[in-house]
């Protein structure tokens, strides 16, 4: 931030979407790695000239830094996860550049799996799934590191054990009671590991990957609940802070996390005419798919720390 001719100017730049596929071709059993990764930069530099006068002499040009993804990704011998490879690019850009103080990396990973043919997994075959894996990296120049991992798309449906009454009933309120709907829902959720430096990050191999399978079942074991028997939903709020409360629990490096889940209606399908009075009369089974409107319901949970 600076001030010159009254004005602050708050400013940073980058590179959006740069998309970026990457195969290891290392597996003894000659099994081949395949990531596909959209990478958004944006760099706040010392390079405000650029602004003020016709003075490029700061400027990381963007193309550079879509230039510095491809070569990165190179010279990535080993696989790494998504977010190992954001903050080697957030490092990257904040030691080689003395101008830039803070590099925000955006990464988001396409869901491209392993197919399985005659129940065997294929050496070099893979299928698109259907959530997204994100990254964001906050690096800044001392080493400080802000890590957020998430996962985006999760679309989750259950036929029954979900219900929603005695909430606030006025005359503009003509929704009834129920404890049997439908329960659908898309689950984009974001979380903060506590690791606050580069150097803090865990060692292990695919660490960030691994979490990230596994936070991902904790959410979807909590809101379905055991195979044969479900659990009840009383409401999205309550689904929604049981499941990021048990990550919380769980996982002891994340230190909040943030979910929103749009409640996605399936509506009940009534039909009628004069001489049918009831040609489809809904027994919880015809329901009208819709998802506009739909509710949107979101919360951010995290520990309160006592502070004695
Ligand atoms: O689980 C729900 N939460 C709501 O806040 C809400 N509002 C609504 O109309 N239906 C529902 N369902």
């Known amino acids: 931030m600076a001030a010159e001719g009254g004005l602050r100017v708050e400013q940073r730049h980058g590179k959006a979407r740069v998309r970026v596929g990457r195969v290891w071709r290392q597996g003894a059993d000659g099994s ?17 000239s650029s602004y003020h006068r016709d003075d490029n ?8 830094m879509k230039n510095t993804v491809y ?3 190179k010279e990535c011998g080993d696989r790494l996860s998504v977010e190992e490879f954001a903050i080697l690019l957030g490092n990257h850009f904040c030691s080689f550049y003395p101008q830039v103080y803070t590099a925000i990396v955006n990464i988001v990973e396409k869901p491209w799996e392993r197919v399985c043919i005659d129940g065997k997994p294929h050496l070099h075959g893979f299928k698109l799934g259907s959530e997204n894996h994100t990254v964001e990296a906050t690096v800044q120049k001392s080493g400080a ?11 989750l449906l259950k036929t029954t054990q979900s219900g929603f009454e005695k909430f606030v009933r006025d005359k503009y309120t003509i929704l009834p009671d129920t404890r049997e709907r439908m329960l659908a ?31 991902k079942k904790v959410l979807m074991d909590t809101f379905f609940g055991p195979p044969e028997t479900g659990v009840y939903s009383p409401s999205v709020q309550r689904t929604l802070y049981l499941m990021g409360s048990a990550v919380l629990r769980r996982f002891p490096d994340v230190a909040s996390i943030h979910l929103k889940m749009p409640n996605i209606h399936f509506l009940p399908v009534n039909l009628s005419t004069k001489e049918n009075p009831s040609m489809v009369k809904f027994k919880d089974d015809v329901y009208l798919p819709t998802d506009e409107p739909h509710g949107s319901i979101a919360a951010t949970l995290s520990r309160i720390t006592s502070k004695m």
């Open 32 to 48: 081949h790695h395949f990531v596909e990764w959209n990478v958004s930069i944006s760099l706040l530099s010392h390079c405000l």
């Open 185 to 215: 829902t898309e689950v984009n959720a974001s979380w903060r590991y506590s690791y606050e430096s580069v150097a803090s990050i865990p060692k292990k191999e695919l660490y960030f990957s691994e979490k990230f399978m596994e936070v």
């Open 71 to 73: 070569v990165k990704a």
């Open 57 to 64: 002499s700061d400027i990381v040009a963007t193309d550079t």
């Open 145 to 155: 590191l802000t890590l957020t991992s998430g996962v985006a798309g999760l679309a």
